[in-house]
């Protein structure tokens, strides 16, 4: 298994200032003959499934703010809202699918400061 | 725009079989590939597996669900099942089905239902 792992568990951050969150993958999700780093985010908020935000580590879904990005390639992916909103108040997934045995990370809660 | 709702049992006995049924409407079942993923309260999400357009099954490898796990599609009712055998009480959690997208993520999923294992 990959084994996904996100820092920090959970922070907080002042309504618009930039959070940051950081996922590592055990080994490397970039496919090279495609060029694609098999990595999502998921934004969980409280009592509702998770919704996907981001896909192949950086191509934001239809509908998602632009404050979210993603970056990073090979082993470690961030996950940057860029002025952080009362509606950004959730639990942030990464997620790998490279391998047929997807693995998520622990996820990391970000609360208003 | 495709919507997917799981429905089961909410209270299981330990060493019980779990079924679990997602209907899927706005689309069919036949076009895409489909996952199951479960949250203890509290606690993050675990892959369990997922049945491809072609009928092919994947299963996640963790110990906590190894060989207890199948997951089938009825093209007729347009849904698809989740089975997980022998429940002990850690298989306590919220249970999400979903829909595996073009970019083989999850962009659709169900409200989720909560399944109990208690004696």
């Known amino acids: 298994d990959i084994v996904m792992t996100q820092s920090p568990d959970s922070l907080a951050v002042s309504l618009g200032e930039r959070a940051t969150i950081n996922c590592k993958s055990s080994?490397?999700?970039?496919?090279?003959?495609?060029?694609?780093?098999?990595l999502a985010w998921y934004q969980q908020k409280p009592g509702q499934p998770p919704k996907l935000i981001i896909s192949?580590?950086?191509t934001r879904e239809s509908g998602v703010p632009d404050r979210f990005s993603g970056s990073g390639s090979g082993t470690d992916f961030t996950l940057t809202i860029s002025s952080l909103r009362a509606e950004d108040v959730a639990v942030y997934y990464c997620?790998?699918?490279?391998?047929?045995?997807?693995?998520f990370g622990q996820g990391t809660k970000v609360e208003i400061k | 725009q495709v919507q997917l709702q799981e429905s089961g049992p909410g209270l299981l006995r330990p060493s019980e079989t779990l079924s679990l049924t997602c209907t899927v409407s706005?689309?069919?079942?036949?076009?895409?590939?489909w996952g199951w993923v479960r949250q203890p309260a509290g606690k993050g999400l675990e892959w369990i597996g997922r049945i491809y357009a072609n009928g092919n099954t994947n299963y996640t490898p963790h110990p906590s669900l190894k060989g207890r796990v199948s997951v089938s599609v009825d093209t007729s009712r347009n849904q698809f099942s989740l089975n997980l055998k022998s429940l002990t009480a850690a298989d306590t959690a919220m249970y999400y089905c979903?829909?595996?997208?073009?970019?083989?993520?999850?962009?659709?999923w169900g409200p989720g239902t909560l399944v109990t294992v208690s004696s």
């Open positions: 192949w580590a950086s």
């Open positions: 706005g689309g069919s079942v036949s076009d895409y590939h």
């Open positions: 997620q790998q699918h490279y391998t047929t045995s997807w693995t």
């Open positions: 080994q490397s999700v970039l496919y090279s003959p495609k060029n694609k780093n098999y």
């Open positions: 979903a829909r595996v997208s073009a970019s083989d993520t999850l962009d659709h």
